[in-house]
């Protein structure tokens, strides 16, 4: 069983929509949790950490769910530049992090 | 502040010879290390990791080994690539286990 899973999309909206992503992990000790974009062919860039009590970033809301071992990313009133690759990113106690393989976003005008 | 640099940022390699990819960080002492390879369309794959000088966990066996001779140098060999090791391979660095990760701009390897 993978350690992170998502649903890769793709995912197409219009302009100005609400778009939500969500995201599983296996591991129930799992300490930390991330929301990374990457755009194509780029390295990955820390969106947001998510916290167990949620949190907004501007049009960005992450949502962390340690009973159902799920987290969740929304966004609000898309951009044209929010179209990238979103990846769900899981810190274990170890040292390691793990990553989904992303869901794909193109924001259409 | 803190800054990861990684090169070079594409290289095409025969099979069978040899790679060494390195990166170093900046600004930071005795940081996380991480090496990443993303094959085409797929998710990022931890191979390695290191928590100081000297110290590295393997995640996957393959051809490929890791060394850490310097706290803020990581580096990624192999003495024969194989066709399979083509991919994106990317370096990351943390200050502790459970902080983001930054990453560098990635080595584009392909194997020929």
């Known amino acids: 069983r993978k350690e992170v899973e998502q649903d890769p999309g793709p995912f197409n909206v219009p302009e100005g929509a609400t778009v939500a992503f969500n995201c599983t992990y296996s591991?129930?000790?799992?300490?930390?949790f991330f929301w990374y974009r990457q755009d194509c062919r780029k390295e990955p860039k820390l969106l947001m950490s998510v916290y167990s009590s949620g949190n907004e970033d501007g049009r960005f809301t992450a949502q962390l769910n340690r009973a159902s071992q799920y987290i969740s990313l929304l966004i609000r009133d898309s951009k044209l530049s929010d179209s990238a690759t979103y990846l769900c990113v899981v810190s274990t106690t170890g040292n390691q992090f793990y990553f989904g393989t992303g869901t794909s976003l193109t924001v259409i005008p | 502040s803190q800054t990861i640099h990684q090169w070079p940022a594409t290289l095409v390699q025969p099979v069978g010879s040899p790679l060494s990819l390195e990166c170093t960080v900046e600004g930071t002492s005795n940081p996380n290390l991480y090496w990443y390879r993303q094959a085409a369309g797929r998710g990022l794959q931890l191979l390695f990791y290191s928590v100081g000088i000297g110290q590295i966990s393997s995640e996957v066996p393959q051809n490929l080994s890791a060394s850490r001779p310097q706290d803020r140098q990581f580096i990624l060999s192999s003495k024969k690539l194989l066709l399979s090791d083509s991919g994106f391979y990317l370096c990351?660095?943390?200050?502790?286990?459970?902080?983001?990760?930054?990453f560098g701009q990635g080595t584009r390897l392909t194997v020929v």
């Open positions: 990351a660095w943390s200050a502790t286990r459970h902080t983001e990760a930054f």
């Open positions: 591991n129930s000790a799992s300490q930390s």
